[in-house]
Every structure is written in structure tokens, then in C-alpha cells.
């Protein structure tokens, strides 16, 4: 199989320079991705960690919430924890930021999850069930571990993206770039040889015929 090279280089010591110089920028620019995308897969594993975790935090937060909102609805009727939860009011404030993990910019969720009591949520507690307080404050937890989740469920998806990327770059480089470039400039100096080889014999030739015609 023949040796893939740069096209449209000619065999110049001027292009040498340039190809061996250009390697050298390759190899260092490949080192580096390769650094980075070593940093960012162990970022990448540290985080997953935390998706896990923050994964079953929130299923369990929302199984108990479930259960007694269902235990509500049973002993309060349906209509009657609809008519209550119509009467709660907005409590959580977000606001996003960002911060950079190798260049990656990830979300940063800031927010504020007001934790009240049973007249602070707005519906009756005289006529209300213990349970529907228990479900409302359950739910206001679950609240905060979905923000988190969310945070960090989206700072795994967009490093993911940034490994792949990286991982292609580096291929790249070490798989067509770099000896493509080794190749040309194996090439040039192979030609340059022959070239030298060619001008000696032709010089000394004409070294000859001059001597012969003194």
C-alpha cells in the first residue's frame, strides 16, 4: 500500500523547513489534545459519579412524595388536593451561570427553593390531611435535587460531546496528519539526495570536459 503524502508540495529545501516545522507543531498539538482528553474523561468518570448519586436521591425523594400525595388524595378525595394545590405558590427562583472544565463551558445552576410551612404554602390546614403536608414538603425537596440533577446531568452531556471531539482530533493527527507530513518530508529528502547526487555527477563532468579541452 503506498505511503499517503501531502499533495502539491514541491521538493524544495525552502518546503523541507516548513514541513519539519510543521511537524513539530503536529506532535506537540497531538501531545497536548491527548492530555486533554485524558483530563476530561477523568472529569468526565468524577461527575458520573455524582449522576448516580444524584439520580437516586431524587427517585426516592419522589417515591415518598408520591406515596403521600397518594395517601392525600385518598383520605382528602381528589377535587380537594386539586383545590389545595391550586392554591400553592411559586417558591423557586433559578438563575444559570457557567463555569469552564477544559475549555468546556458547563452550566451552573444557582437557585433558591423557599422552604415553608402549612399556612406559608397557601391552602388551609384545617381541612387539609398531614399527608398533603408531608407530599408538598417532599415535593419542595425534590425540587433542589432536580435543579442539581439537571446541572450535572447537562455537564456530563456536553464533556461527552468534548471527549468525542477531542478523541477525533486526536486521531487525526497521530493516524493521518502526522504521517502524512513524515512521509512529504521523507519524500523531500530523498529527492534533495538525488538531486545532490545529480548535480555532483553533472559538475563533475563538466569539471572533465573543461580539463579536457585545456
Known sequence: MAQEMIEGINPTRMELLKLKQREKLAIKGHSLLK?????????????????????????????????????????????????????????????????????????????????????????????????????????????ALIIELAEVEKTIILLAGEIESTKRRVNALEHIIIPRIKNTVKYIEMRLEEMDRENFVRLKMIKKTMEMEA
Open 35 to 143: 492530555e486533554k482528553r485524558n483530563a476530561l474523561i477523568m472529569e468526565f468518570f468524577n461527575i458520573l459519579e455524582r449522576v448516580k448519586g444524584s439520580r437516586e436521591n431524587v427517585s426516592e425523594k419522589l417515591i415518598d412524595a408520591y406515596k403521600d400525595l397518594t395517601a392525600a388524595q385518598i383520605i382528602m378525595g381528589d377535587l380537594a388536593v386539586r383545590k389545595a394545590a391550586m392554591s400553592v405558590k411559586e417558591s423557586v427562583n433559578v438563575d444559570i451561570e457557567s463555569r469552564s472544565i477544559m475549555g468546556v463551558v458547563v452550566p451552573v445552576m444557582d437557585y433558591d427553593v423557599q422552604k415553608r410551612n402549612i399556612v406559608e404554602r397557601g391552602y388551609g390546614f384545617m381541612d387539609t390531611s398531614v399527608k398533603l403536608d408531608e407530599a408538598a414538603k417532599e415535593f419542595e425537596e425534590s425540587i
